[in-house]
């Protein structure tokens, strides 16, 4: 079983900044992708950023050249740098991960979501 704790949220201006960190820890044998979602109200959950174990990343297109993922494979932590921050980007943001144990039987695992609100 693996635990995803998030923190980083809160309440920002528009143009501001926020950054989201989630923290992996547990049984993790192959930790091979993380990512963050989010979801408004009556909206989908939509995938905002996605990095690999080898560090390849993959964008929303609504964030791209705001935000940035990246990811400390030792500590099993992912961050999101979240600039110039609009309010269409309040959301509930969730981390979400990938792992395989040793029969390589995949694992899929959420956070509990942290509140990003972008007001004047």
């Known amino acids: 079983q693996v635990q995803l704790v998030e923190s980083g949220g809160g309440l920002v201006q528009p143009g501001g900044s926020l950054r989201l960190s989630c923290a992996a820890s547990?049984?993790?044998?192959?930790?091979?992708?993380m990512a963050w979602y989010r979801q408004a109200p009556g909206k989908q959950r939509e995938l905002v950023a996605a990095?690999?174990?080898?560090?390849?990343?993959n964008y929303a297109d609504s964030v791209k050249g705001r935000f940035t993922i990246s990811t400390d494979n030792a500590k099993n932590t992912v961050w999101l740098q979240m600039n110039s921050l609009k309010p269409e980007d309040t959301a509930v943001y969730y981390c979400?991960?990938?792992?395989?144990?040793?029969?390589?039987?995949?694992?899929?695992?959420w956070g509990q979501g942290t509140q990003v609100t972008v007001s004047a």
């Open positions: 979400n991960a990938l792992t395989n144990d040793p029969y390589s039987i995949p694992y899929n695992y």
């Open positions: 547990g049984s993790i044998f192959n930790l091979y992708h």
């Open positions: 990095i690999t174990g080898g560090g390849t990343t």
